[in-house]
Every structure is written in structure tokens, then in C-alpha cells.
């Protein structure tokens, strides 16, 4: 059996160090922010080369309030890609605002600069990039319209801590940039957790306020906010696996680079790190035309795979009233029918990796 993930194993090789954490949390009963889920946010907003971070109990929670600090609001649009997970499009519909999308390059999986101006509106209010599986968007091209249209950028990069482009950090390069501790994460907490980074102060100190009620300070509510604060714990555990990041960052990279060579020539396409952006490899994902017939056989020999994302957000019943169809996005669609993500975590075995890379190379060309 090669699991998708063992975040057991991953605890093991760091327990004395978190357990350290967990308990200091009991002792010191900051249960709810607090000094750790302070010094992890000044961690993480150097680790990203952003000025400011503000913790937050999700990667949703993080994309709502980065969306409101930004000003976005009723009748106002927001253009995403529908090839993403829902919660990216979810947020722009907390705020009351209309989630607009433009379609994907299908090399990059992330959004493609060619369709985005003609997307452009008066209603724009923000654009938010994803930076899908661990792969930057190409902010170059998209923060040339977007500031020539004066619209703000926010990163959706709950999928690419650390992932870079052009030597710069996933979170530094829009205004803020919004991440997910979700477990299954690069960086993950031991529950539910998310952080915005940003570089401006006006932004930040909404978002800080937001996150907490809207107090400016206590029982002084100058905006409408939320409960959206992060656990102490989740702070500590966090701020002992930033230490760790790169170096699972690199592992991931490696296990990466085998896949690869395993997989040269077959007949399955292999994800493609484009030039200037390193890829932090969330998932690893290969693209096949016998989608179902790869999956079939992995599973029956053991391997589990996952599958993000199955379906574009603009078929998903629940975004009908977005009013979009099939065809409408060609790029997207295309991924989510041929997309196979497999195994991919610090702690895989090189053995392991060469056992799901050997039996996807035999698999594709048994049909
Ligand atoms: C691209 C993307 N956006 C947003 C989210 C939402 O993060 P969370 O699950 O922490 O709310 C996730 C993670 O699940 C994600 O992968």
C-alpha cells in the first residue's frame, strides 16, 4: 500500500519538538492567538518576504477577509479560474460579490494572461490568480493589466507555500496573498488554519480587526467581523514546521524530478515547471486520456491516488447561478476529465516513488 500522504510519519520525525509545543500551549493557556500565533506570523511574513501576515482559522477565512480588506463587495465581480478548488469561489460569494472566470493554460494549470483583460469589467474589484498545485500563475503578465487597469491582485496560494517566481515568494507579489494550513498542505497545521501575508499596512490592519470581531480594540467594534481567529495550538505547531518547510519543500522536488525521469517517454504527460517559477509540488499531477483505466489499476495495485479537480467550479450545481455551461471554459474542462494526482510527500521513499512511477509507466500502455 503507497498512501497519497502519511502525515503520521511526518509527525514522528518531528514529535519531541511539537509535543514540546502542544504542552507549552496548555501551560501557558493561550488558546486563541497569542504570543506563538504572533511569532508564527512574523515567521511566515519573513519566510514569504512580506512585511505582515495575519493568522486566521482558514485558507477561506484568509481569502474572504484579503477580499474585503481589498474592498470587494455587492455587485461587484472578482475574475478566478473555474479550475480550482470551490472554496476560492465560495469566498468571492461571501463578500457578496459575483465570482468571473477566464480559463486556464493548460501547461500551468493557472490562469492565462491572453483571456484575462477581456474579462476585465467597470464592476472588476479584484483579481485573484490561484497558484494551482504549487505552481505560481504568471504574475508578470497578470499584474501588467491588472495595474494598467488599476485593479488589485490577491494571490490565491493556499496550494504554494513557498513556491517562487522570478526568485520571489508566493504571497509578496499582489497586494496579499492568501495560504491554507489544511492538514494535507505543504505546510499544514494539526486542524484547521490559514494566514494572509501583505505588505500594506491599511490592508493589514483591516484584516487583523476583521479576523477579531472588527474590535480596534476591546468591545470597540468599528467594523462588522468575524470569529476567524486562529488557535493557539495550531500557532505553535506551525511555527515549528516553518523550520522544517524547505527542506520538505526540496524532498518534494526531488521525489518530483524522479517522477519524472520515471515517467519520460510514457504515455501520460508530466507536470511542467515553466521557466523562472519553482514548483513546491502539492500535488503532482499527470495528465491521461484513460483517466479511469490509470486510476483503476493503481488503486488494485495498491497505490491511492486523488483527483483535483473532478469537476470545474463553473459546472458545479451549487455556482449554476453564475450562469455558465459546459464549453465555456475548454482548458478547464479538459483538466478536470484527465488529471490524475499521485503520491507525493516529504517522507516518500525513493523506493516508493519508483514503485508508482514503474507501475504508471506499465499502466498507460496496458489498455
Ligand atoms: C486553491 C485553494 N483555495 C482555497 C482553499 C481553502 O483553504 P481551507 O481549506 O484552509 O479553507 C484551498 C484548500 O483547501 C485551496 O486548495
Redesign the pocket.
Known sequence: MIPFLDLKAQYHSIKPEIDAAVFGILESSQFVLGEEVAAFERNFATYCGATQAIAVN??????HLALLAAGVGPGDEVITIPF?????VS?IGYTGAKAVFVDIDPVSFTMDPAQLEAAITPRTKAILP???YGQMADMDAILAIANRHGIPVIE????AHGAEYNGRRAGSLGVSG?????PG?NLGAYG???IVVTSNDEHARKIRMLRDWGQEKRYHHVMKGFNYRMDGMQGAILRVKLRYLEQWTESRRLHARHYDSLLAGADVQIPVEVAGRRHVY?IYAVRTMDRANLERLLHAEGVQTGL?YPIPVHLQEAHRDLGYHRGDFPQSEAAADQVLSLPIFPEMTPTQVEQVGLAVRQDVSVH
Open positions: 482558514s485558507g477561506t477565512s484568509a481569502l480550482t478548488f470551490v472554496a476560492t469566498a490561484v497558484h494551482l490565491d496560494a493556499c496550494q492568501c495560504f491554507s494550513f489544511y498542505k484547521e488554519g490559514g502539492h483535483h
